[in-house]
């Protein structure tokens, strides 16, 4: 039976519940099941996700276990080093590991984001206002396109030919209005670099893009994050004006309704699987997209079990899912002397004993792909309620 007009179009009064929206999400994030690398190398997700927050520089080795079946770490070590992959800082202004292709791709759309940044910046924000950072980038372009530089010896070639400038200031302006990489080893599992940057057109040998699109962009959002509000894609991308772009692109997208009767919007032929579908128990690195990509992130954890969770606990930790909601953090101990790690698992809330051995038993692995070497594994359950 042919659809209404209002469906021909595109347009849906649809209501999609928590659990559906939960669904959806986890379906197109590879979190339902896990993908064969076969058929989905890990710079094809890595490109899908739109990149993966690399903040902590190993947390997406975690990310990408948690997704695909049979995931090592030279799965990714590899094409960081070959430099088909790079850490750079895209949205919202932190480092996310993403594609060569998108790394000069999406730099140019998110300068906003860093120029605010520079605009509001504690320390420096008198420096950079006070100061025409101008012929200060364009000597540190040629300087940064020439070798790697850390951060003393970025602030340093500064000094040396600026030696009247805040230099610390001078190199948050390179760092905000260069493209900068960071390069390997810093990244590479098992192996350790300070933060050492060149610029992105020197690493990959090609310009950044002189037409990049902010459509391409939000309608890649959608697929990997939706079905999304404008606020939900404004909140991922760091960026204003979402609503001009969301309503240029409206003719391309499905829309929804959320359950409080807000707008969401989808590609037409993005997954959205059957709300019933059963969610593995994944455990998900410290910062994960996943969790950080909507303003509203009720599809995975209530907004008030977040917030009074966050107060109990200083400590960042990664996530624990079960059947699709946030259930506690995790973190590894290692005891290298007695050759033994421990996952902590800090629940939010009282367990049942079957979520309990699933959350188990995916630990298990978990301590098995980390640490392999260790002969002992261990698992222990705490409660953050308990120490309120």
């Not at 030696?163 to 390069?183: E, F, S, Y």
């Not at 059963?278 to 303003?295: E, G, K, M, Q």
């Not at 290298?336 to 699933?358: F, H, I, N, P, Y």
Request: hydrophobic residues 45%; contains cysteine.
């Amino acid at each position: 039976m042919a659809g209404s007009a209002r469906e021909d179009e595109g347009v849906s009064d649809e209501v999609l519940t928590l659990r559906a929206l939960n669904r959806a999400t986890l379906a197109r994030q590879f979190l339902l099941k896990r993908e064969a690398r076969d058929d989905w190398p890990v710079v094809d997700v890595v490109s899908h996700l739109v990149g993966m927050q690399a903040q902590l520089p190993l947390d997406p080795y975690t990310g990408l276990w948690s997704r695909l079946a049979e995931f090592g770490p030279d799965d990714l070590a590899r094409p960081l080093i070959d430099r088909e992959l790079v850490r750079i800082v895209l949205m919202r202004g932190t480092i996310h590991l993403v594609t060569a292709d998108d790394a000069l791709e999406i730099r140019p759309l998110v300068q906003p984001i860093l120029d605010r940044e520079m605009r509001m910046h504690g320390q420096h924000k008198e420096a950079l206002a006070a100061t025409d950072a101008r012929p200060i980038v364009a000597a540190m372009r040629g300087v940064l396109a020439d070798a790697p530089l850390n951060g003393n010896q970025l602030r340093s070639a500064i000094a040396a030919r600026f030696p009247d400038v805040d230099a610390a200031a001078m190199a948050l302006a390179c760092r905000n209005h260069l493209a900068l990489v960071q390069v390997p080893p810093r990244g590479v599992w098992g192996r350790s670099l300070g933060v050492t940057v060149i610029t992105a057109e020197s690493w990959l040998g090609r310009p950044q893009s002189s037409s990049p699109s902010i459509d391409a962009l939000l309608l890649r959002y959608f697929g990997a994050f939706g079905p999304a509000t404008v606020a939900d894609a404004a909140s991922w991308s760091g960026l204003t004006g979402m609503r001009e772009v969301v309503e240029r692109l409206r003719p391309l997208l499905r829309t929804f309704r959320n359950e409080r009767g807000q707008e969401l919007f989808d590609l037409p032929d993005a997954p959205r699987p059957d709300p019933s579908v059963p969610a593995p128990v994944r455990f998900l690195p410290t910062y994960d997209n996943v969790l950080l990509s909507h303003a509203d992130r009720s599809r995975f954890v209530d907004d008030a079990e977040r917030k009074a969770y966050s107060s109990m606990s200083s400590a960042v930790l990664g996530a624990v899912l079960h059947d699709g909601r946030m259930v506690g953090t995790w973190s590894i101990e290692r005891d290298r002397e007695v050759g033994r790690a421990t996952l902590l698992v800090d629940q939010m809330g009282s367990l049942t004993k079957r979520a309990a051995a699933s959350i188990t038993a995916e630990g298990r692995r978990l301590l098995t792909f980390h640490e392999p070497a260790l002969p002992h594994h261990d698992i222990r359950f705490t409660s953050a309620a308990s120490r309120s």
